[in-house]
């Protein structure tokens, strides 16, 4: 059997236990007989294989399958699996799905653009050895490439992109790179300069103030309001905005919610991308900052001559 049948017949597993809690064993051993994952292969499934694979799963992925003795069933706890699991898991589900049903491959539409994600492993090397790194960089702000030598503290995916956070030894500021602009070829790690993490560089709460992957030196956070209207309110509700997000008003007419953050660039285009769906109640501040934005697009379609 091949390895990429028992990373399948994993994550099948995972998800069967996961969206049943207290699922039994024979009832796992009929599901598995009759689940369309497996028409094309050979493969048998018994209370050795189960118990071999949710030891496999424990150790590849950290997540452990428990038994209830009340409930007389298996089940996952939420809790365990984390934010870097939890990607981890998705990325190999979206790989078997996308094998199992290949032949139909043309009525599957995905996107495809650069993460920087060929940077990974050289990255994580460096942090796991506290070494620091060099690359060319590429700066939108200007066109330039400039060379760059950093301290790697963690890295972060936002909207499908990978970036590194570090501190920049030109200027010791702690900053985001997109691993996108780094440029090919350039990265290297400076095996004979080592570095220690500083301890208020927490990975799980750096970001807790912000939204998206720039954070604002010396800037406090501050208290949002925004009001949408109820059906773009579902949407919020569905995928919050930030941690902070607290539901202040929820009915027909509106739907209203309170964010403590700082207010970034991030921040702003996210509103603006919600169009009139959405109004700034509080602060004042930043609805005339997106009031503005909105004025200086409207003047941008007023002297085009081909917009009526």
Known sequence: MSKRTFFKRYIWLFDLIKNNPYITLNEIIEKYNNSIHWNDETVGFSKRTFHRDINEIEELFGIEIEYDNTNKGYFIEDEIIDKNTSLLIDSYRVINTLEQFKEISKYISTGFYNTGSEHLSIILYAIKNKNTIEFSYYKYTGGEVSKREIEPYFIKEFKSRWYVIGKDLKDNQVKTFALERIQSN???????????????INPDNFFDDCFGIFKLNNTESELVELSFNPLKGEFIKSVPLH????VMVDNKIEFRIRLKLQITHDFLMEILSHGCDVTV???TSLALRIKNEFEKSLKVYNN???VP
Do not use: A, F, H
């Not at 350039?186 to 208020?200: A, G, Q, S, V």
């Open 243 to 246: 941690n902070s997000q607290k």
């Open 304 to 306: 085009t001559p081909d």
């Open 281 to 283: 109640v509080k602060p």
């Open 186 to 200: 350039t990265l290297i790690i400076k095996t004979n300069k080592t570095y220690i993490i500083p301890k208020d």
